[in-house]
């Protein structure tokens, strides 16, 4: 199969583009938890710790979005290599939707790992993990940097 994509453009376009694509050099984006405390809290539940379990809910949405990750950061690339966005605009949906990968795997109860102790049921008044007070995944957000950033602090 062969696929032919013909563009036009107007002058003084292509020079826009290039710079707003140069202007994702060196940028990344981190979604999650920014809050020690609570990045803290994360962690222990996504890997374990002592009595508590490893209910690895980042990695497990990592996983199941990627696709679509990929085809929101595509068109968000794409958006800005037309002129449609400015590059900072393109990182915020990126992360936007990290975030919300974050939140859904929460949200939607299909954090994997073994199912709460019955004292954390009645305690709680619910079985969904990683469900209590709510200001760990109210807390999950997304941030924009320097690629070298996001490699020593992440």
């Not at 920014?34 to 949405?61: K, N, Y």
Request: proline share 5%; no cysteine.
């Amino acid at each position: 199969m062969k696929i032919e994509i013909t563009t036009q453009m107007q002058a003084g376009a292509g020079e826009r583009a290039l710079k707003q694509l140069l202007a994702l050099d060196g940028k990344a984006v981190r979604a999650g938890l920014f809050v020690p405390e609570l990045a803290t809290r994360g962690a222990t539940h996504e890997f374990g710790s002592g009595r508590i379990p490893a209910r690895p809910w980042a990695s497990t949405a990592a996983d199941n979005g990627a696709p679509a990750l990929g085809t929101a950061a595509g068109k968000a690339i794409a958006s800005v290599a037309d002129g449609r966005a400015p590059a900072s605009e393109a990182l915020d949906e990126i992360g936007a939707t990290s975030a919300e990968q974050l939140r859904n795997i929460i949200e939607r109860d299909q954090v994997p790992g073994p199912e709460l102790a019955p004292a954390t049921v009645k305690r709680k008044g619910h079985a969904r993990k990683l469900v209590d007070s709510g200001d760990m995944i109210g807390a999950i957000t997304h941030e924009i940097g320097r690629e070298r950033e996001a490699i020593d602090d992440g």
